[in-house]
């Protein structure tokens, strides 16, 4: 039995949880994160599934890692760098296609030439999301009040929520309304015309959810995705050298260097309580290991209903958690190819391979593969956004080769019958069939392939369900709600017990931000 | 010349109710109704078919405190009916499940499908009965102009709204609050574990609505229905809804109001930004001092006043408000034997299914498996069809109307197959005849969807739900305003309250 006194344990060594004890080991704090797998990372990871082919596994894009976590921490000294996905490509059915580049005015004169309507909208959106953007952004660092309790906290809380409401125009505070509760397709035809431009555009709205575009409430989650920033580029996408994984280690190396102890292979099993306080954990191997405080970055329902028994936490949170939303409706398809794929819409190598590829034709599209996942079958024409990260990063792959990077939906975590083998294959088949489509040599060109559905995300990296987001970012399950009503401010019933994670407010996509402001309750607290 | 001091453009139950309560003020008041029958949406008909049925609504009430305030008992409005008729789920083995609205009774019922439902059911019509509350006192508060211009009696109503909600207790409160944003499927799956149970309920959530069950906001307008219905089954009115509006008829007549039917008004004459008054299709001028529109915001603001008279802004949203209906009628007159029993009959046999059937709307077809709810009066069987979209992909109404009739009478005949044998007539009533006849814009019968960016201050369009429009002296108070949707009169009642004097 070790009995090693730490301030803090972390449970998981995912990107959150690595933030959480990074912030705790510069205020000095004594930390170990506790990670069940061989290396850290989570679903921020990248692995060498095929020996010289690095796969950014799970994530691979980024942008809302919160600036100040990459200031505070100095990950560009530990290896963090991200580099601009410069453009999105969307081929079209007619074998032409529309794109967006980094090139403002090129980008303008595309549109253009199918639509000049569109031309028009498209730089008037653009400020008017960046707008919205710019005004809820203050929301991603607020900790949600508690409007059911009239403790003075809460009261003064949901004061200086009323004060930043009011510090917002009347236009803004209706568009973030609005915005907040239209489709995402709603939101789009508004202002544009095009259908494989809506179809790319909606596709933001819909990415780690079980909504199609046309649902109400998605033009939030276009929203969310378009608060991410790059060394001050509003709203641009990145991606990290060497893959999301590149993130976890510039970010374990930190921690580590400012004192943190981060151990793999170390699978929690329970949190220990004494006189209703966590003192420490319990390993699936025996191992004890006790703490002042211990903080789950983990996904809520491992954090309330595995690792601490029902009778210390009250009825109506374990009710909360039982219906908490968690439904995985991505897979990803990471490819080893031996050529680039080739476009027929685009044909050579060219400056799309540097950006996204999206195959989101219209908002038609992805709303017939959100329909085939509602009634529980995988995409018969899915949604893929495509990235060839070897392009940027030529490290990922052997020289001349590729490694392609394909997320997809929509896959039901609950298939009808359960995912098996031949599920999964036919699922990686249906994949390659939609890219086949509009690049025909990508058959030939594949020398290995790994095919994740939701089931493999929760089996790998212990989601529970899969979904990307640890709960889906729905209305009811968002700010003061998440991961339930006055449980939305990173402690727990349990004394000295937090959450940490992407389950936790502000939600999920690589941000960091659950993860210090957990740290820093944490330490408020006393630890 | 005596001008009138209000003109209310539309004989719809809203426009009756604040025509009422001005009249009885001592206002003098002009409605001008463009058919030759009032009523609007709330009527019973006689069709040319050879028999008489309510037309778009099997029942409703109006707001307990409209029928006292206007003494509309006195003017002929029937008492309702003592005990409410179950509402039936029909289940393909035939053994339906029955929510009797007397809780006991129900919970029999819901045994058979799940015990620990059955157990639930009592706490839940507890709950409903919260959420009602809420619903009404949030359509009686007049939903100011955030943040700007706030005034003390509007933030009052905003004040008191928040308090009846907190002092409901913070597990119901938030129940509520995070009720509206969910889908009607989440919303039911809270409380109960049969998928049976679940549809049934589940089915108040789309129930006018171009929306699905799992569609976020159908957790709000299952709320919506249930408050409007006072609960699951429709409270049908003896001899007809249409005998709502004649009671409100006769008392606007009673306090001196006029009613003018076969007028139809062509325009609202607007002077820079003040109304004048209307201009009729005959050609007549009438000149008020104030106008009322209870017609719905799309007609009212881009036909009757038109974009040149107001600002860029505010018809670009107005073009922008959602009307998409999707409702059709089909009334068949029978022999009496089509063995449906009395009630509120509905089909959602799974939570599934009425997705099913709503994915036909997305995609602008009619749903070959519809969502139906059936209400029989006498020998006439009515039966409530969705999805029908207005906008039909490849079709128009014109050439759908036999195969919509087809589909609602094979669909039911199914469960009751002495029907198709018992039918003498029928009348059907498409989106296209909706909008043509009862000047449903896009045959909504919302007047704008109450989708979750379509309500309250947002509706019909954000900073202007108020009732109040751009033009001074013009106002808004159908359904398509806060307060609005459904038969309880709010609209009407609280636009009469906001007229300056």
Known sequence: ?527 | MNTYDCIIIGAGHNGLTAAAYLAKQGKKILVLERRNIAGGQVVTESFEEGFQADSLHAGGSLCSDIVRDLKLTSFGLPATAATKLPFVSLQGDSHHLILDADPAKAAESIKRFSANDAARWPEFLSFMKQTTRFIRTANATIMPRLPVDLNFSEGMGLAKLGLDLRLMGGRDMMRIVRGMPMTASEFVDEWFESDIVKAAVASLGIHGFTLGGMGAGTGFTLMHNWANRGGLSHAAVPGGVGKISEALVNAVKSFGGEIRTNAEVKAIQVEITTCKGVLLSNGEEIPAKNVISSADPKHTFLSLVGPMNLPPEFVWHTQSIKMRGSVAKVHLLTDGKHGIPEGTIVLAPSLKYLEKAYDAAKYHTISEKPYLEVTTSGNVVSIHFQFAPYALKSSSWDNERKHLEDLAINTLGEHFPNLKSAIKSLKSLTPKDLEEVYGLTEGDLNHGQLMLDQFMFMRPIPGWSNHRTPIDNLYLGGSGVHGGGGISGASGRNVAKVIDK
């Not at chain 1, 990670?35 to 082919?53: C, K, N, Y």
């Not at chain 1, 991606?239 to 292979?265: D, Q, V």
């Not at chain 1, 690792?307 to 939303?325: M, N």
């Not at chain 1, 896959?411 to 890219?435: C, H, L, M, N, Q």
């Open chain 1, 1 to 527: 039995m070790t009995a090693n006194k730490y301030d803090a344990i972390i449970i998981g060594g995912g990107h959150n949880g690595l933030v959480a004890a990074a912030y705790l080991a510069r205020a000095g704090k004594r930390v170990v994160v506790l990670e069940r797998r061989h290396i850290i990372g989570g679903a921020t990871v990248t692995e060498e599934i095929i020996p010289g082919f690095k796969f950014t596994e799970f994530s691979y894009v980024v942008s809302l890692l919160r600036p100040e976590i990459i200031r505070d921490l100095k990950l560009p000294q530990h290896g963090l760098k991200i580099l601009p996905l410069p453009s999105t490509f969307t081929p079209m059915d007619n074998g032409d296609y529309i794109a967006a580049w980094d090139d403002h005015d090129m980008t303008r004169r595309e549109i253009y030439r199918h639509s000049p309507k569109d031309a028009e909208a498209s730089d008037e959106y653009s400020r008017a999301m960046a707008r919205l953007a710019k005004a809820i952004k203050p929301i991603l660092s607020i900790l949600p009040p508690d409007p059911t309790s009239f403790h003075p906290k809460d009261l003064f809380g949901l004061l200086k929520l009323g004060r930043f409401a009011a510090s917002i125009s009347e236009k803004d505070l209706y568009g973030l309304a609005k915005i907040m509760t239209q489709s995402a397709a709603d939101m789009l035809e508004e202002w544009f015309e095009t259908e494989p431009l809506l179809g790319t555009k909606s596709a933001s709205g819909i990415i780690g959810t079980f909504l199609g575009p046309r649902s109400p409430s998605t033009a939030y989650v276009l929203l969310h995705h378009y608060m991410g920033e790059i060394d001050g580029a509003f709203r641009a996408w990145g991606f990290a050298k060497g893959g999301t994984g590149g993130i976890a280690e510039a970010i374990g190396s930190s921690a580590r260097s400012l004192g943190a102890e981060i151990r793999c292979n170390s699978s929690v099993k329970q949190v220990i309580i004494k006189n209703g306080r966590a003192v420490g954990v319990a390993l699936e191997n025996g191992d004890e290991i006790r703490a002042k405080a211990v903080l789950s970055s983990v996904d809520p329902i491992l954090t309330f209903l595995k690792f601490v028994e029902s009778k210390y936490l009250p009825a109506d949170l374990i009710h909360s958690i039982k219906k908490y939303r968690t439904r995985g409706s991505s897979g990803k398809v990471n490819l080893a190819l031996g050529e680039l794929p080739n476009f027929t819409a685009l044909p050579g190598e060219g400056p799309l391979h540097r950006g996204a590829i999206s195959i989101s034709p219209s908002i038609d599209y992805i709303e017939r593969a959100y329909d085939d996942a509602k009634y529980g079958r995988f995409a018969k024409e899915p949604f893929v956004d495509i990235i060839i990260p070897s392009v940027i990063d030529p490290d990922m792959a052997p020289p001349g080769k590729h490694v392609m990077s394909c997320f997809v939906q929509y896959a039901p975590y609950d298939i009808e019958g359960g995912w098996d083998d031949a599920k999964r294959e036919a699922f990686g088949e249906t994949v390659i069939s939609a890219i086949e489509r509009y690049a025909p040599n990508i058959r030939r060109a594949i020398i290995g392939k790994q095919v994740i559905t939701p089931k493999d995300i929760e089996s790998i990296t212990n989601i529970t369900g899969g979904n990307i987001f640890h709960g889906e970012l729905l209305l009811h399950q968002l700010f003061f709600m998440r991961p339930a009503t006055k449980w939305a401010s990173f402690r727990t019933p349990v004394d000295g017990y937090y959450i940490a994670g992407s389950g936790a407010h502000p939600g999920g996509g690589i941000m960091g931000a659950p993860g210090k402001m957990a740290a820093e309750i944490a330490m408020k607290d006393g630890i």
